[in-house]
């Protein structure tokens, strides 16, 4: 069992930075790819990055060169740098967790609320 907590979210100015943070409780999480998503109002929830447990990351074509993604798994967190934030940036942050094994783990945080303002 695994579970996240976000924290970091707030008001912003366009053009300003937000660090988010995704604390995680149990054990191996460092085997578990970790991803941030966010949902905004009256659209789809959807993949911003993505951080493997080797270390590799990917993220959305609208936030890349913007957003860094990384891990520090001896303290079991996962970060999420986001700088030069838009209006459009605006939504509900979430951590995902998913592990891969004999069954599929699949955990979410409560989310974090970003406002950037124009």
């Known amino acids: 069992q695994v579970q996240l907590v976000e924290s970091g979210g707030g008001l912003v100015q366009a053009g300003g930075s937000l660090r988010l943070s995704c604390a995680a409780s149990?054990?191996?999480?460092?085997?578990?790819?970790v991803g941030w998503y966010r949902q905004a109002p009256g659209k789809q929830r959807e993949l911003v990055a993505g951080i493997r447990s080797g270390g590799s990351t990917n993220y959305a074509d609208s936030v890349k060169g913007r957003f860094t993604i990384s891990r520090d798994n001896a303290k079991n967190m996962v970060y999420l740098q986001m700088d030069s934030l838009k209006p459009e940036d605006t939504a509900v942050y979430y951590c995902n967790a998913k592990l891969s094994a004999l069954v599929e783990y699949d955990y979410w945080g409560q989310g974090t609320q970003v406002t950037v303002s124009s």
């Open positions: 149990g054990s191996i999480f460092s085997a578990y790819a």
